[in-house]
């Protein structure tokens, strides 16, 4: 039904796929290369010179091969969805799905690094010293509801999907010495996170915008036409935005630009009223 994920290891493609958790490759041309014992294949990577899924229904880590192996959980730990991946030098740190986890696995070891209870962990990026986790509440479809909502549309028969319940995310900073929000969005929730040397990119489904997270705090970094950001692509001199209503790419680089316009949305106080003052933060002549 949905191709998930797609990564490049040894020279061919590998595409993960729901709702059989078949992972198919290119190498010799496109074939079935392996299943995944759970029903969900939700995105792929390389760690150790291996290919790796992270899968859910039930949520499991496995190395891909002809016969897949469990990596995590060994244990009698139990959870719907592994939903995302971010290697952290010899290690791996897995965000999960009811309930949300921030799991380091190294070492042939696992550690629960924090609990999120019903969040979910879309995204991590990780650096040395500290790690940034993308964690949404009420998402509009849970994973496990996600291919009943689905069907039912397909099929144009049934009772529809129950109505999106009130949603919110954010993205945490986790270090050694705390974890602690770095940014909130009270009724949007984060679609992606993408690491570069000038800050943390965050990708929202609230109007195209885009944030970014340096040492000084955060900022709005873009606010682009399109609806939502679906995800990040690119290298770290350059990401790409792929969007949604409408699709489109959006592409950007680490030089800031010569001129720029930023038009906010429409204030009605509804009434005669007193605006206070305009503050910024930035350099260069600017004028409203």
Known sequence: MLVTSIVKHDGALYAATIPNGKIFT????????????????????????????????????????????????????????????????????????APGYLVRLAGGTSRILHDFGDGEVKAIVASKDVIHAAVNNGQKVPPSQFLQAVETAEKKEGAAPAPPGPVSGAVWRISSERTEKALEFPSSYVTDLARREDGVFVGTNNSGRVFRLTAEGPELAFDFPEGQVLAFVGEAKKLSCLMGNRAAVRSFGTERAARGAFVSDVLDARFPSQWGTITRRGTGAFKV
């Open 26 to 97: 290119n190498a010799g041309g496109w074939k079935l290369y392996a299943t995944m014992p759970s029903k969900l294949a939700w995105q792929l990577a390389v760690h150790g010179g291996k290919l790796v899924a992270a899968c859910g229904s039930p949520g499991a880590l496995y190395e891909v091969a002809a016969e897949p192996k469990k990596l995590w959980p060994v244990s009698d730990l139990k959870v719907e969805n592994v939903l995302s991946l971010a290697v952290e030098g010899d290690g791996l740190l897995l965000g999960t799905a």
